[in-house]
């Protein structure tokens, strides 16, 4: 099992960025498909953003393409999420995921190893 650690939330600005970070535990990610879910008070967990080891490599929700992006370090066990342009909408808690059971990866029942969650609060 992966432990994961979100990171680099916090209150901004809209139109502003935030990088958030996931530490996950293993030796190693690079076999994994890993991927950003949020939360936003009221409403059920979303898919946001999904990294992959196959092409394309990465999957987005329409709502944030073209303005996050993630990323991974496969040697420092690390994913991201870059945030850009943000507004108001943006505010949730954001999750990052691992241990992909197949199947769909926007499918928030097919991981089974999630991060705590990191704060993100886009003021107007």
């Known amino acids: 099992q992966v432990q994961l650690v979100e990171s680099g939330g916090g209150l901004v600005q809209a139109g502003g960025s935030l990088r958030l970070s996931c530490a996950a535990s293993r030796n190693t990610i690079n076999s994994y498909t890993m991927a950003w879910f949020r939360q936003a008070p009221g409403k059920d967990r979303e898919f946001v953003a999904v990294?992959?080891?196959?092409?394309?490599?990465?999957y987005y929700a329409d709502s944030v393409k073209g303005r996050f992006a993630i990323s991974r370090d496969n040697a420092k066990n690390m994913l991201y999420l870059e945030m850009n342009s943000l507004s108001p909408e943006d505010t949730a808690v954001y999750y990052c995921?691992?241990?992909?059971?197949?199947?769909?990866?926007?499918?928030?029942?097919?991981?089974?190893?999630w991060g705590q969650g990191t704060q993100v609060t886009v003021s107007s």
């Open positions: 995921a691992a241990n992909f059971q197949g199947g769909n990866y926007f499918a928030e029942g097919a991981y089974t190893n």
């Open positions: 990294s992959t080891f196959i092409e394309p490599y990465a």
